[in-house]
């Protein structure tokens, strides 16, 4: 079984900062791609930003030059930095995991962080 357990969530001003973190815990044998997308009210989820074990990223065209994901592959962890937040980043982010067990590989979510940003 495994489980991703975000944090870092809030209401911050625009133009203000933000990170969101995620673990994921249980009998994880590796880790691939993580990442990040968010849903904001009456829209789809969309993705945000994607790691691979490797280290490369891919990030959505909105978010490009102030949004930073990272990750720490020995504690099965992954950052999103978010810098100078517009309004429209209101949404329910969740973090998104490739994840092979001992037994299974699997694609697993968070169970989601609402960011508001507003004055």
């Known amino acids: 079984q495994v489980q991703l357990v975000e944090s870092g969530g809030g209401l911050v001003q625009p133009g203000g900062s933000l990170t969101l973190s995620c673990a994921a815990a249980g009998n994880i044998f590796l880790a691939y791609a993580m990442g990040w997308y968010r849903q904001a009210p009456g829209n789809q989820r969309e993705l945000v930003a994607t790691i691979a074990r490797n280290g490369w990223t891919n990030y959505a065209n909105f978010v490009k030059g102030r949004f930073t994901i990272s990750r720490d592959n020995a504690r099965n962890t992954v950052n999103l930095q978010m810098n100078s937040l517009k309004p429209k980043g209101t949404a329910v982010y969740y973090c998104?995991?490739?994840?092979?067990?001992?037994?299974?590989?699997?694609?697993?979510w968070g169970q989601g962080s609402q960011v508001t940003v507003s004055s």
């Open positions: 998104n995991a490739d994840i092979r067990t001992w037994t299974l590989r699997g694609n697993y």
